[in-house]
């Protein structure tokens, strides 16, 4: 059991002849801290994957450029190459054991907001 001296719990002994305590200030509001470049390119990532997942049926990609469209602007530009069903196999309807991918690189630009903005299929040289 603690010594008559100290208090137990939140409870606290006023005397009627104190003063009542000051307001307590309201906390100033601090504008929010801009988001740590790695958090950013990370959501720009996750965006540009599924994207490039949902809408092109990527089964497999890889993105090779990453880049702020403009400083401070919040955009982002892309680079990825994708795996995806080749089209003219599967419009064959050939019975395959395995399914036929075929490598394409496609562009694709983020507002802000990480909303696609535009999106591209680029032609490769052929060597």
């Known amino acids: 059991m603690p010594p008559k001296s100290q208090h137990v719990g939140s409870e606290q002994h006023v005397s009627p002849n104190a003063a009542p305590p000051p307001p307590a200030a309201a906390p100033k509001a601090k504008p ?5 470049i790695g958090s950013k390119l990370s959501g720009a990532r996750a965006a540009i994957q599924q994207f490039l997942t949902t809408e092109l049926g990527a089964r ?3 993105i090779t450029k990453i880049a702020p469209i403009r400083h401070g602007d919040g955009g ?9 069903p080749n089209l ?6 050939l019975p395959l054991t395995q399914e036929v991918l ?6 694709v630009e983020l507002d802000e907001d990480l909303t696609v903005r ?4 680029i032609e490769e ?3």
């Open 60 to 62: 497999e990609l890889r």
């Open 118 to 121: 535009a999106y591209g299929h």
């Open 32 to 36: 929010a801290p801009a988001a740590p």
């Open 88 to 93: 003219e196999v599967k419009m064959l309807g």
């Open 125 to 127: 040289e052929e060597a």
């Open 76 to 84: 982002w530009s892309a680079e990825a190459e994708i795996l995806v």
């Open 102 to 107: 075929e490598r394409e690189t496609y562009t």
